[in-house]
């Protein structure tokens, strides 16, 4: 069982940047293949960013491209968000998932993730 706890969410202006980290409780944490998701108020829970097990592998939600990085530290059993000039329709509950790595989707679901964290609310003000 992993364990996931996302932090750094928060009020920030349009055009700022945030960055949002989530530290997982397993050691084999290079096992895994990991995610943010997001979702907003009355909406589904939409892709945003992927990394496979080693970082060598990224992918973006076509929202996301261009202004957020994701990144991971095997070392130290974290991965993070790093989210530049935001825009108010970023405004949702940031989720990190994992899933043992596999074969990379052509599509990321949430479905097709195995452990999740709680969310960290960002607020993106106009």
């Known amino acids: 069982q992993v364990q996931l706890v996302e932090s750094g969410g928060g009020l920030v202006q349009a055009g700022n940047s945030l960055r949002l980290s989530c530290a997982a409780s397993?050691?084999?944490?290079?096992?895994?293949?990991m995610t943010w998701f997001r979702q907003a108020p009355g909406k589904d829970r939409d892709f945003v960013a992927a990394?496979?097990?080693?970082?060598?592998?990224?992918s973006y939600a076509d929202s996301a491209k261009g202004r957020f990085t994701i990144s991971r530290d095997n070392a130290k059993n974290t991965v993070s968000l790093q989210m530049d000039i935001v825009k108010p329709e970023d405004t949702a509950v940031y989720y990190c998932?994992?899933?043992?790595?596999?074969?990379?989707?052509?599509?990321?679901?949430?479905?097709?993730?195995?452990?999740w964290g709680k969310g960290t609310l960002v607020t993106v003000s106009s």
């Open positions: 990394i496979n097990w080693s970082g060598g592998r990224t």
């Open positions: 998932a994992a899933r043992v790595a596999s074969a990379w989707p052509a599509e990321w679901s949430p479905n097709g993730m195995t452990y």
């Open positions: 397993d050691r084999t944490f290079g096992r895994y293949d």
